[in-house]
């Protein structure tokens, strides 16, 4: 299991190599208690659309060298009236590139908890693309926003409510 790990790649004799890549970051948990859902992992890749429907980004040229590529893991579990956590990173790095990072999802928003849920609700959280906003807002407009997408990663998280809840658990 490589998920949230370096890995090293050695020396490469590569020099003036074109390289093509897909660097996709781990995904976003989901909120507790009345959550939204968490965000998929930014997305870049040299091939085909990247991520929030950006275009193909250049090819890497790379070099002699060591290269890292970090695997991004997805947001640990929560329980409870928690807010999902954030995926984590991904990267292509060496010498003579710049380093191409995906961004973790965002973690879902929940109803939040405590006596009053009228006030306590949390929105999605921002990543590679945005968590789904928590349910439960309990005044106008009776929505709990998701959280924003990363610009040519993904989107931003879709809108939670429910207007019905009485407020007790």
Do not use: C, H, K
């Not at 959550?35 to 929030?52: I, L, N």
């Amino acid at each position: 299991n490589m998920f949230g790990q370096s890995l090293n790649m050695g020396s490469l004799a590569a020099s003036g190599t074109e390289l093509n890549y897909l660097v996709i970051a781990g995904g976003g948990a989901g909120g507790g208690s009345y959550g939204g859902g968490g965000g998929a992992g930014g997305y870049r890749t040299s091939t085909g659309t990247s991520g929030g429907g950006a275009s193909a980004e250049d090819a890497l040229v790379i070099e002699d060298g060591n290269y890292i590529i970090t695997v991004g893991s997805g947001g640990s579990p929560v329980q409870g009236t928690q807010e999902g956590n954030n995926g984590t990173d991904s990267s292509i790095a060496g010498p003579g590139i710049t380093t191409v990072t995906s961004v973790g999802g965002g973690g879902g928003g929940t109803a939040g908890g405590g006596s009053n849920y009228n006030t306590s609700f949390v929105v999605g959280q921002d990543g590679g693309s945005g968590g789904g906003g928590g349910t439960l807002a309990q005044t106008s407009p009776y929505t709990v926003a998701g959280g924003a997408g990363t610009s040519n990663q993904g989107y931003g998280g879709g809108t939670g409510g429910l207007g019905s809840f009485n407020g007790t658990t």
